[in-house]
């Protein structure tokens, strides 16, 4: 049983905590909890000043609307579609920049860094006019090799693979960051005492790279998940959910509830929805890639 003295002394050390609390309760708790506050009113342009309580009103409206499952499966598939090409495009590229026989490894990785290094919201820009019908450099590099010119934003197909493909290019970077980092981490020596006992590449690649990738894998790609799901910027700036709304995802819809069409309340009450179907997801992947486990 500590003393006054000392009671007092380790109070005093919990002060320096204060700031840094304080902090996280106005920049993280107070945003979401006023959130779900507005969820549960008719906040709007018309009832800016004189809202009121509506209940379940927002969430039954959003629930019975009928986009909502359209919109869910639409986050689905760019969240998805995104961490598959991401990962893979990462991995292939980590691997490629670990071999020490490679010679251009330095200037190719800085390279690489460009895509990442660059501000999103001007890259954004620059691959919208990339993909532009008319001018666009990716249609006319088609046309050298006799495919037609793509209307890239009026189908929703080929607006998915716009959208997939730049967010590759901005993503990329960091997976093979990533990637490459773990490799590194694996002892030469592993490899080396695999040489002597007759092992193929392939082999020393199953039995030594693939166990130490699998342990961040899980990490990784729920990190790239929850990222990616409320990754506003690319499909806002690009095609706005067009043609329609098929490209539209949650965090992009809501925000077109509360800004573009003035219901505050609905806004907020799809974002804690799709904040609720993503921390879900989360803790079942957790679950069971048992990366808890892996990390303890």
Known sequence: MPNRKNLIQYMKN?????????????????PISYAVYISFTN??????????????YNYAVALSSGVLTSIIEQTLIWTVGSIAAMVTMGLILA????????????????????????PAFISLLVWEGMWNYEYGIIN???????????????????AWILLIVTNLWLSFPYYTAVFLSMLQSIPNEYFEAARVDGASTLQQFRSITVPVLKQGLAFIILSGFIFTWNNFYPIYLLTGGAPGISTDILTVYSYQQAFSYDFYGLGAAYSIISTVILAVMAIVMIKYTKMLEVIT
């Open 140 to 158: 006319k590099l088609l046309g050298l090799i006799g495919i037609g010119a793509v209307n890239w934003f009026n189908s929703t197909p080929t």
């Open 14 to 30: 919990y002060l320096y905590l204060l700031p840094l609390v304080a902090l996280v309760l106005f920049l993280f708790l107070y």
């Open 43 to 56: 906040f709007s342009v018309e009832h800016f000043f004189k809202y009121s309580f509506v209940g379940l």
């Open 95 to 118: 691997i490629i920049l670990n071999q020490h026989g490679f010679r251009f490894r330095k200037p190719m990785f800085v390279l690489m860094l460009f895509p990442w290094a660059f």
